[in-house]
């Protein structure tokens, strides 16, 4: 394609595309970073709390204040909390798989359009010798 020429609107719908399939996908791992985040609090916040005595006084966070809770009802809060982000990240980890496959076909498309249609028919654009 020469610097003159237009991109035509077949190729632009597959960069359109293209541009589309890479924002779905850095708004995954962008999801999956924070749940990641989730998951190592919620670890560190269960291992804190295991150490505390039954007897002693827990609190646990309610917006900008703190709320009296027991040892037991906390940690199984918190046990939830960490298989529900570990789910979530599980569906984000197949979501981003699934994305990333989709982001090479794509790729692979728009170069096999840009080399022109007798690549694409199988046919060789190499003249024998």
């Known amino acids: 394609m020469s610097a003159g020429e237009q991109i035509p609107p077949w190729l632009q719908e597959q960069f359109g595309r293209l541009q589309q399939l890479q924002q779905n996908l850095q708004s995954i791992m962008v999801q999956k970073q924070h ?3 989730e998951q190592l609090e919620t670890e ?24 009296k809770s027991t040892k037991t009802a906390l940690v199984s809060e918190l046990e939830e909390k960490k298989e529900l982000v570990n789910t979530r990240i599980t569906v984000l980890t197949k ?5 990333k496959e989709n982001l090479k076909e794509a790729e692979t498309k728009i170069r096999e359009m840009l080399r022109g249609p ?3 028919n199988g046919q060789k654009t190499d003249t024998p010798k």
């Open 118 to 120: 007798a690549s694409q």
């Open 44 to 67: 560190r916040a269960l291992e804190a709390l295991k150490k505390a005595g039954d007897a002693d006084a827990v609190y646990k966070a309610a917006g900008s204040i703190l709320v």
């Open 35 to 37: 749940l990641e985040t």
């Open 95 to 99: 979501q981003e798989t699934r994305l």
